[in-house]
């Protein structure tokens, strides 16, 4: 796929996007009645899926994972988050409210940034991600964020030679160009979109979209051909989100036939133009997906995991409901997206991430020990993103808008009980600290979505050769020098994966 190829495709992507009650797929289908040339991966034979749990709001990651002891090199990482964090520091560990120890977390330097620290505790009420984690089930993304390309230090920061994510510090560009991983344009497609672009075609019934969401229409899911599927948490075999026809039509015999018959005939007219056509397939393959879940949900297994009763918690309990049905759904492969907002602490902080944090802990342990118990924990990653982290100094009882932050990715086939990226230096008032791009602690990323996205695209099943359509930015970041190689987090059959297996160069534009 030439350069020309691709933006014709992106910019045909966003011509326009509309709803049909709460299931229709955005008319990015548009683009595959124009044609799109893409070269698809091989399909899979195995199944795998990929959970994406958006944060909303601007997580305080730096209060989610903290720096406890003493580096090798003499500096007290634990008294350096306390003294700029002043009113927002967390108690060290051992003390009452504490922070929860991890055991000999492996942090070491990435793309030559040193990872300042060596040991590290989560945020108090992360008791099941502590567990995760030092199991070796859960890893930290350290330092990461939106990227264009490198940026290694202040000095390039400030020169203006580097091209920079379109609105740095605002909560919707942020938000999408995660999703996106293009952070120079506000129209791209979506991460998850462009996977199901190649792989959709594994999954055997093609009127259900791979791409699933508990979370309504979103720009992470949102491809060339194919789009979300919405649904509600409250999932069982009569409610999966909408009602496609009277539910007294029944399932059986000459009624099944009436009402598919007066379905085709309703949404098979010949409209006058392109559009309405596409709006008409994408009614018609809605309502088919209702019938195929429907009849797929009958067939839930009665599991011994237990979840709390929250959106998060209820939305995962959703998603191990439908990954137990796979083999009735035809999916090899399945992509699921949740937003659990509610992070824009400017004030009541310390407060907010007691109550929100120990909801997402909770939730993550319960959904890894679901997949556990359906004998596919390998076979799921699960991982989130957020906005951008959150200012190191308090404004007086919260923190304000910043860039690089941490996130969590969790999986049997992640090798976790490590940090990966470079944990930033605290000391933020030093002129020495060349991650740091204010006095207030906002920290240039040391890895970037593309790196971290690249490497879980691989083991989902991307072709190497397909990584410039899925991350057309990966360019920057990837190639065949020494210090450039995949970050590590991801187990492949017992390898990482190497420079050998990536193609040479990736288009920008």
Excluded at 1 to 11: A, C, L
Aim: one cysteine or more.
């Amino acid at each position: 796929m030439n350069r020309r190829n691709f933006i014709k495709q992106t910019s045909c992507a966003a011509m326009g996007t509309t709803t049909l009650l709460s299931t229709l797929a955005n008319l990015t289908s548009l683009n595959g009645a124009l044609g799109s040339g893409l070269v698809k991966s091989a399909p899979p034979s195995d199944y795998k899926a990929i959970v994406c749990i958006l944060l909303s709001g601007g997580v305080d990651s730096y209060n989610m994972l903290v720096p406890t002891g003493t580096t090798s090199g003499g500096d007290n990482g634990y008294n350096e988050y306390r003294a700029v964090r002043t009113d927002l520091a967390i108690p060290n560990v051992g003390a009452s409210g504490g922070l929860l120890s991890l055991n000999n977390p492996q942090c070491s330097s990435f793309r030559g940034i040193p990872c300042s620290y060596n040991s590290f505790g989560v945020h108090p009420t992360m008791t099941g991600t502590r567990t995760l984690f030092n199991n070796g089930n859960l890893a930290f993304m350290g330092n990461i964020g939106t990227l264009v390309e490198p940026i290694a230090n202040y000095t390039q920061f400030q020169s203006g030679l580097k091209k920079l994510p379109v609105g740095l510090y605002s909560h919707s560009d942020q938000s999408m160009q995660w999703q996106t991983s293009v952070p120079q344009t506000r129209d791209a497609l979506g991460f998850g979109g462009r996977l199901a672009d190649l792989l959709n075609a594994a999954n055997t019934h093609q009127e259900v979209s791979m791409n699933i969401s508990l979370a309504g229409k979103n720009i992470f899911q949102r491809g060339q051909n194919i789009s979300e599927y919405a649904i509600s948490n409250d999932v069982n075999a009569n409610n999966i989100g909408f009602e496609s026809v009277p539910t007294w039509w029944g399932n059986s015999g000459l009624l099944t036939q009436t009402r598919n018959n007066t379905i085709d005939s309703l949404v098979s007219k010949t409209y006058s133009n392109l559009l309405q056509k596409t709006y008409s397939t994408t009614t018609k393959n809605s309502m088919a997906s209702f019938g195929v879940f429907k009849d797929a949900l009958q067939k839930v297994p009665t599991l011994t995991t237990t979840f709390a009763d929250n959106q998060l918690s209820n939305d995962l309990s959703a998603i191990t409901k439908i990954m137990s049905v796979r083999n009735f759904l035809g999916a090899k492969r399945q992509i699921f997206f949740i937003d659990f907002g509610g992070w824009d602490m400017h004030s009541d902080l310390i407060s907010g991430l007691d109550s929100r944090l120990s909801v997402v802990s909770q939730a993550l342990k319960s959904f890894y020990d679901a997949t556990v118990e359906l004998g596919i924990s390998d076979k799921v990653t699960t991982f989130t993103i957020s906005d951008f982290a959150r200012t190191i100094t308090s404004n007086g009882g919260g923190a304000d808008h910043a860039w690089g932050g941490n996130t969590m990715v969790m999986g049997g086939a992640v090798n976790g009980g490590k940090i990966y990226g470079a944990y930033p230096k605290m000391d933020v008032l030093s002129a020495s600290n060349q991650q740091n791009v204010s006095f207030r602690g906002n920290f240039i990323p040391s890895i970037s979505t593309d790196e971290f996205y690249a490497e879980l695209a691989l083991w989902y099943g991307i072709s190497p050769y397909d990584l410039c359509y899925v991350l057309p930015n990966l360019g920057n970041f990837y190639s065949y020098s020494a210090n450039n190689y995949p970050v590590g987090f991801m187990n492949f059959n017992g390898t990482t994966i190497s420079n050998e297996n990536l193609p040479q160069d990736c288009l920008t534009y």
